[in-house]
């Protein structure tokens, strides 16, 4: 059952604050399509969400660890293989309300922590961490 237009645009309107919410994160439209935001660190541009609309919901595509993939997506019926993305290291994730809140909000925030710019301090000369 697909949702109604204010609840679409709630949806969408959650994700893409809690998404900009965390640090250094931006909001993009590099598809030059509205339906796809693309959200990623403003320091290094990798992009840790993408939010669309797909068959009458919203989904989030959102990095995982490899070996959690599979956990997540036994766990949740929303979690789903990523759309238009690699399957190993992706997931998609149904806004459909079968999702806690609160595993939503861990997903996201993981994938935020996995694509962050490195921490190290880098040497220009030889771009190996600083000693």
Not at 8 to 13: E, F, G, K, N, Q
Not at 41 to 64: C, D, M, S, Y
Not at 68 to 73: A, E, G, L, T
């Amino acid at each position: 059952m697909s949702r109604q237009p204010d609840a679409l645009m709630a949806a969408r309107a959650w994700a893409l604050a809690f998404c900009s919410s965390l640090e250094g994160a931006y909001e993009d439209y590099p598809f030059h399509d509205p339906n796809w935001a693309v959200m990623r660190h403003r320091a290094n541009q990798k992009t840790f969400a993408l939010i669309f609309e797909r068959q009458g919901h919203i989904w989030i595509n959102v990095k995982a660890e490899p070996q959690w993939v599979d956990f997540w997506r036994s766990t949740y019926a929303a979690v789903l293989p990523a759309y238009h993305m690699n399957k190993q290291h992706w997931v998609s994730i149904v806004l459909d309300g079968s999702i806690p809140r609160k595993a939503l909000c861990r997903l996201i925030e993981e994938s935020h922590a996995l694509t962050a710019p490195h921490s190290a301090k880098r040497n220009p000369r030889t771009s190996r961490p600083a000693p």
